[in-house]
Structures are given as structure tokens and as C-alpha cells.
């Protein structure tokens, strides 16, 4: 599907770098205090490092795993800044 996470970045205070299959590229932020239950081993940063990609979702050990559909829609809703048009270079 097009929501399928194709590549992923832990970054500092529980943010992922996502991109997914359609190219559409931005940052999911999750909450410390809403990381509860199945999803309470993500608080430790080090584990929270260890995310990776199990068949086009965000996934860690453990069968821990996030629905890309909603990351997708997280991302897509927030503001994105134009992409500046690139230059032709001179053997353009």
C-alpha cells in the first residue's frame, strides 16, 4: 500500500523520521505518557533505538509495531514547507 513505511529514523524525545512508499516523507512524534501497556518498553531510549521495518511497518523487538496507516495520516495532516524548484546545472 502506499503507507508502507520504507524507511525509518529513531530520533531524540520518541520521534520517528518516516518515508513511505509514495515518497511522502515527515516526523511521527509519540507522547512518553501515552506509551502504556504493550508499548511501555519505548520509553527507554535504547530500545526505542532499535526500531525497524517488518513488512511495511515501524516495528521493534518484541512484536512491538506501529499501524503505518495512521503514521501516514499523522504525517500527511501537518504543514509541510514548498520545496524550492532546483537549478538547472550548466549541462542541463
Keep these: 500500500m502506499y503507507w508502507d ?4 529514523k529513531a530520533e531524540p524525545h ?6 513511505f ?3 511522502l516523507t515527515g516526523r511521527v512524534r509519540l507522547r ?14 535504547q530500545f ?6 517488518d513488512h ?3 516495528a521493534w523487538p518484541g512484536e512491538i509495531d506501529l499501524a ?10 501537518q504543514p509541510h514547507e514548498p520545496h524550492a524548484p ?4 550548466p549541462y542541463a
Design 48 to 53: 526505542f533505538k532499535q526500531v525497524f521495518i
Design 21 to 23: 512508499k509514495d515518497g
Design 86 to 89: 532546483q537549478q538547472a546545472g
Design 5 to 8: 513505511v520504507v524507511e525509518v
Design 56 to 58: 511495511g511497518a515501524v
Design 68 to 77: 503505518p496507516d495512521a503514521m501516514y495520516a499523522q504525517v500527511a495532516s
Design 32 to 45: 512518553r505518557e501515552e506509551l502504556t501497556g504493550a508499548l511501555a518498553s519505548l520509553r527507554d531510549e
Design 14 to 19: 520518541y520521534c520517528l523520521l518516516v518515508r
